[in-house]
């Protein structure tokens, strides 16, 4: 072979032919490649071929096809690399590290030769360059079925490095290093043991012995829940030597150097969510090293600074640049658009990507999640939290050893531990050789793109270098100079500058300094500040100077607008986060702003870099493509001022909350259809706004019930379901009834018995056993209002009786609450007491009434063509299949359900269909499939928060599948199959590739657009 060819099989299958990837498109063929890989340098026969391709079934003419598809697979490789034999076919591998299995393997055999050896530091290199290999599951790309012979001991071979790896690590004395791995090996394999003891000693061995011991628990109770049997011998004496502080336990000093390279390096594609840049970043290079050597010698690093120094874009660049150092992501939240302390945590968690929907608070889900994770925490905008934030980030700290945060504010959290990189203005000295200062750099990219010709003569560039000077190199005060530059020349923005300035200078004494407000210059050096660089004059240019360019700057642009887009500038520092058009024309008209006149004021403050836009995103798909806006935290700031000084901020609050009130009411009119979706995607993104609504609403008892009916609409949508959580739903109906002038609630609000109601409904969904006295509650308030039998009440009653009694008695009265919601016009309510109805006569009823109940859940689903209620329309059918006719035909619609609640983004409602797959299994006798997803839905609770407990129907369906399943496995297999499920990072395409060999459903995933292995469309 004249080309140089690399093959792998550790992920989907994979060709780069020098040095560029070789694209095998159909299934058959790249079968037909794996079949070689998988015996490289060994002679496949025909036969062998033709069983990997169709197994027992194979078609008239296979061998003949075979021959076909060896000659498509030539063509697509080239020569020379397919070779035939008079037995059958060959492919030659030129070398072993041309073949990443084989790669993998010879670095393992190295590997565990230095170990031997006593050179662990060697060996730690060795398997970690082995691991690297992996891309993913093996032949991830291709049916399961046909390479049985494969995977699994490939998966063993996985794990046994990774055990290496381990040891190795722990053996050069960097238990610290070991933890994030050892916590993805107990998670993904929670019955093995071995994974258990090393995490135990890895914690150990860092000095965090509490943990340890706390790990032992846990496994002992995963142990007992799933096999009924306690630790083995070897995890119960390491537990006793470590209660015992045995010698040789002691914990290894942690190493505080760098991290040796290519140990425990991450991949690439690290998890994360930092958003994409969308203009050009000029300069800071020194202000970059140093954030980043902050960081390497402390665990949290606040960088301050004046409105406008460019903080938020320093600190997302240096995260960028850190990435590959954090193997578990760098997580950005924007705190800008919180006013609430207490949702601060939530506002993290949801930033992480955790919807955790149970009773515990999101600070303990937080604690949990990052305990051994390394990762990069960015906490952006601060300033007005900064109690809050310092209480969290100390709490994060302490709880986990391998995190970092990276925080901006305008002042200091005054944590332990904590360094301070006082963020400087971009520089105004050219380079030595003469390159631009940065300053300046910014000004020509930013007027550039705002049309402006360029300029070439040294006095325009020499009043360019002014201009940045008089602006003090504040990055936002040259930007909303640079736009002016598309009409006016340098010289007549410097000219009106200047005239700005005079004037402040008159009412504004110019204040020097030499860094933040509160830090003397002698406390420089002792808490890591970075002090900022010396201004033109060779003294350090305070804050007091720097707010007053800002302030001019801001002046100025506000001058330049029309008196219209004046006003509409302050009225839109109402929004938090972003909005749109139609909630422009609701707020902010009147008084001087006409609703024709909306459009074209904000297009003006659009291109006067007040306003940005944003056109959509992939986020968006159903809600459309309506543009949505926003205002940078500097200019809205300046535009709140702006409305209290002209006495109306009061007067737009209302209107803001207003119109937000009536959106939750028109979703919680409308949401049970064909829009339902849209209408949850949009509340997602409108998020902000409500909490800021809601948090205006709290500060005034008149206000509160209307801010208790925004959090029950929100709630009657599933809005917190799928844009937060439960327990931030039930954080706002507590602390506004809290505020309620009286007990019913007040006009214009939700009355008391439906906020009751619905707080009823989260505990019950959350299995909390304070729902029983929540449901004593709305019955009190109900009698208060005289309506003790009003449905809330009844539906209350009936969904108590299905979760926590089991009583059959639930069935009547959900039909009851359902016929009352039918006749009083509240069509959503009806539909969630006819699902309960439904579940509630599949579990507790006979079989008639259960079909009845479903037949007619179905129907309204399929009416009203909501598609979250068609999921659980689905899931119904499963279920009543599965307890009141033939298990087998409860498959497809269960799969169905997944294959939709995928697709909606729905994380809650896995939960259920996996576990109900897995009893429909476990009835179809499919044991070992069973434990397969029991385990994977186990790890779908765990990532939401769902519970069994307090939900008694579903625990006892859960318990019986158990307990049936081990009667036809032994400990072993059922260990086995449990940790294939719960260790699978897709549990979903787990389950409906199971499914799809049990039972004839591939139709409902391929109909859906969903492939998982052994679910193939037709070529």
Excluded at 36 to 64: C, I, T
Excluded at 184 to 210: I, V
Excluded at 333 to 360: K, N
Excluded at 409 to 438: A, F
Aim: hydrophobic content about 45%; some cysteine.
């Amino acid at each position: 072979m004249d080309a140089q060819y690399e093959f792998g099989i550790l992920g989907p299958v994979r060709v780069v032919r020098d040095g560029r990837d070789v694209v095998i498109g159909a299934v058959q063929l790249r079968t037909v490649l794996a079949a070689l890989l998988v015996e490289a340098d060994r002679v496949v026969p025909v036969a062998a071929l033709v069983d990997r391709l169709w197994g027992d079934g194979p078609p008239h003419g296979a061998r003949n096809a075979v021959q076909n598809y060896v000659l498509r697979l030539r063509r697509a490789l080239g020569p020379g690399v397919v070779l035939t034999d008079r037995c059958g076919y060959v492919l030659r591998v030129a070398e072993p590290g041309r073949l990443d299995v084989r790669g993998f393997a010879s670095l393992v055999t190295e590997g565990r030769a230095a170990a031997g050896e006593g050179r662990p530091e060697r060996a730690a290199e060795l398997f970690d360059r082995a691991l690297g290999l992996w891309r993913g599951e093996p032949l991830g790309d291709l049916p399961v079925e046909r390479f049985q012979d494969v995977v699994p001991a490939l998966h063993e071979e996985h794990l046994a490095a990774q055990e290496a790896w381990v040891d190795a690590v722990l053996a050069c004395g960097r238990p610290a290093d070991a933890l994030p791995r050892l916590r993805r090996l107990t998670d993904g394999h929670p019955l093995d043991e071995r994974f258990w003891a090393r995490r135990m000693l890895a914690l150990y061995r860092c000095g965090r012995q509490g943990e340890a011991l706390e790990c032992f628990r846990l496994v002992s109770a995963v142990l007992a829940d799933e096999l009924g049997i306690d630790p083995g011998a070897e995890l119960k004496d390491l537990h006793q030597r470590m209660l015992t502080a045995a010698p040789d336990l002691v914990p290894t000093p942690r190493r505080h150097g760098p991290r040796t390279a290519g140990v425990g390096a991450p991949s690439s594609d690290a998890p994360g969510n930092l958003p994409a840049e969308t203009t050009s970043f000029v300069g800071r290079e020194h202000e970059i090293d140093r954030t980043g050597r902050l960081l390497a010698q402390g665990r949290l690093v606040t960088l301050t600074g004046v409105g406008g120094v460019g903080k938020t874009r320093l600190a997302l660049r240096t995260a960028r640049r850190l990435a590959p150092s954090f193997p578990d992501g760098v997580w950005l939240t924007d705190l800008a658009a919180l006013t609430d302390p207490a949702l601060l945590e939530r506002a993290v968690a949801e930033s992480l990507g955790m919807r955790d929907q149970s009773m515990r608070s999101a600070g303990e889900a937080i604690v949990d999640r990052l305990r051994d994770r390394r990762l990069l925490l960015v906490l952006d905008n601060c300033e007005h939290l900064v109690g809050a934030v310092a209480a969290l980030v100390l709490r994060l700290l302490r709880a986990a050893p391998e995190l970092r945060v990276l925080a901006t504010s305008r002042e200091r959290l005054c944590v332990p531990g904590e360094h301070v990189l006082l963020v400087p203005c971009l520089t105004l000295r050219d380079g030595p050789d003469g390159t631009p200062c940065e300053a300046v750099r910014l000004l020509v990219d930013r007027s550039a793109a705002s049309g402006a010709p360029p300029w070439a003569d040294e006095r325009r560039a020499a009043a360019a270098t002014e201009l940045c000077r008089r602006l003090d190199g504040i990055p936002l005060a040259i930007e909303l100079a640079a736009v002016r530059l598309s009409a006016l020349t340098v010289e007549e923005v410097l000219e009106r500058l200047e005239d700005r300035f005079h004037l402040l200078s008159a009412r504004h004494e110019r204040v020097p300094g030499a860094g933040p407000p509160g830090v003397e210059p002698s406390d420089v050096r002792q808490s890591g500040i970075e002090p900022s660089g010396a201004g033109p004059s060779g003294f350090m240019a305070g804050p007091g100077r720097y707010r007053h360019t800002l302030r001019g700057v801001m002046d100025w642009s506000h001058g330049l607008c029309t008196p219209a887009e004046r006003l509409l500038w302050s009225r839109l520092s109402v929004f938090v986060g972003g909005f749109d058009l139609v909630a422009v024309e609701s707020v902010c008209t009147g008084g001087g702003i006409a609703r024709a006149a909306v459009l074209d004021l904000v297009d003006g403050l659009v291109h006067k870099s007040v306003v940005t836009v944003d056109h959509g995103d992939a986020g968006r798909r159903r809600y459309g493509s309506t543009s949505r806006y926003r205002l940078l935290e500097t200019i809205r700031q300046y535009g709140a001022e702006r409305l209290r000084a002209e006495g109306d901020a009061t007067g737009v609050r209302l209107r803001h909350c207003e119109y937000y009130r009536d959106l939750a009411a028109r979703a919680a009119a409308e949401w049970c259809g064909p829009d339902e979706v849209g209408w949850l995607e949009r509340l997602r993104m409108e998020l902000p706004n409500v909490r800021s609504a809601l948090d205006f609403c709290r500060a005034d008892p008149g206000r509160a019930p209307t801010g208790a009916q925004i959090t029950v609409d929100l709630m009657r949508t599933r809005a917190w379901f799928f844009g937060s959580t439960l327990g931030e739903a039930r954080h706002w109906i507590e602390s506004l009834s809290a505020r309620f002038p009286d007990a019913a609630g007040g006009a214009g609000g939700a009355p008391a018995v439906v906020v009751t109601a619905m707080k009823t409904f989260i505990a019950l969904v959350q299995g909390d056993p304070a729902a029983t006295s929540y449901l004593a509650e709305c019955r009190n308030a109900a009698r208060a209002d005289g309506a003790a039998q009003a449905a809330p009440v009844e539906y209350m009653t009936g969904v108590h009786g299905l979760l926590v009694l089991s009583d059959p008695a639930s069935i009547d009265r959900l039909a009851r609450a359902r016929a009352e919601f039918a006749a009083g016009g509240q069509p959503g309510d009806a539909h969630m007491a006819t699902m309960f109805w439904a579940m509630a006569a599949a579990f507790l009823g006979g079989g008639d009434a259960a079909r009845t109940a479903c037949a007619a859940y179905v129907a309204e689903a399929e009416a009203a063509g909501a598609e979250w209620a068609l999921t659980w329309a689905q899931w119904c059918t499963g279920l009543t299949e599965l307890l009141h006719g033939d298990p087998r035909l409860a498959l497809a619609p269960l799969c169905d359900a997944l294959v939709r609640q995928r697709a909606v983004d729905d994380n809650w409602g896995p939960a259920w269909s996996l576990e109900t797959l897995a009893w429909t299994l476990g009835a179809l006798g499919r044991h070992r499939e069973a434990v397969v997803v029991l385990g994977a839905a186990r790890r779908h609770r765990q990532v939401t928060g769902a519970q069994l407990t307090g939900l008694h129907p579903f625990a006892a369906l859960h318990a019986r599948t158990r307990s049936v399943v081990r009667e036809h496995l032994s400990a072993g297999a059922y260990a086995d199959a449990w940790e294939r499920g719960a260790g699978d990072g897709d549990g979903i395409a787990l389950a409906l590739n199971i499914a799809y060999e049990v039972g004839e459903v591939g139709e409902v995933c391929e109909a859906e657009g969903v492939r998982v292995a052994g679910v193939r469309a037709a070529e």
